[in-house]
């Protein structure tokens, strides 16, 4: 079976954010695989809000008491969740601001993770139940930070993803994009390599 890919991208800055150019040339390189299939979902376009109570209660709420808000509340996650575990590969592409993700990304986040549903407590720590899927990060980066304390966002994410049962990830890492020409066309020359043996392997 075809391996069915999520890519989900998060830059404001559109087509001149390099995550999103990272991110390009994976679905070019995709498009040239006929056996694979690829949904964008564009956080910074579609945005969502950030989570709130109410929405949380409504997936608190038992789905046959919930008023007609709570259904409307809670259809977001669920059809996130859906789409979700509708594919094979997730592909996260990442600016880093502020030594974090964009909040874009984390509200993405939010709504996918959701105890009961995606994990569950036990009494051995809590366990994944989005199972058979693996991820790939494209992180794109003004300074040079992989490897370094100041590298918060990948542990995040993997932690994160391993929350609901991901624990396959693979990172492609483009840094130093802001530390001169050079360095930043070397960067990206590196990481488009990276990605077409990625893809490759699909």
């Known amino acids: 079976m075809a391996n069915r890919i999520l890519l989900v991208t998060s830059s404001i800055l559109g087509e001149q954010g390099q995550s999103n150019a990272l991110a390009s040339h994976f679905r070019q390189q995709a498009d040239q695989r006929g056996e694979l299939s690829l949904t964008h979902r564009d956080l910074a376009v579609e945005s969502l809000p950030h989570l709130g109570l109410e929405e949380l209660g409504s997936w608190q709420t038992a789905a046959t008491e919930r ?31 502020n030594f974090g993700i964009p909040s874009q990304l984390k509200a993405w986040f939010d709504r996918v993770m959701r105890a009961g549903v995606t994990f569950r407590y036990t009494e051995q720590g809590p366990v994944g139940l989005v199972k058979g899927k ?62 077409d043996s990625l893809v490759a392997e699909l």
């Open 134 to 195: 693996r991820a790939v990060i494209l992180a794109a980066r003004g300074g040079q930070y992989a490897g370094t304390e100041l590298d918060t966002q990948t542990p995040h994410l993997k932690a994160m993803l391993g929350m609901i049962g991901i624990g396959d990830v693979s990172v492609i890492y483009a840094e130093g994009l802001a530390m001169g020409e050079g360095r930043r066309d070397a960067a990206l020359k590196e990481a488009r390599q990276a990605i």
């Open 67 to 97: 008023t007609a808000e709570q259904q409307m509340l809670a259809q977001r996650s669920d059809d996130l969740i859906e789409e979700l575990n509708a594919h094979d590969v997730l592909v996260l592409a990442v600016p880093m601001y």
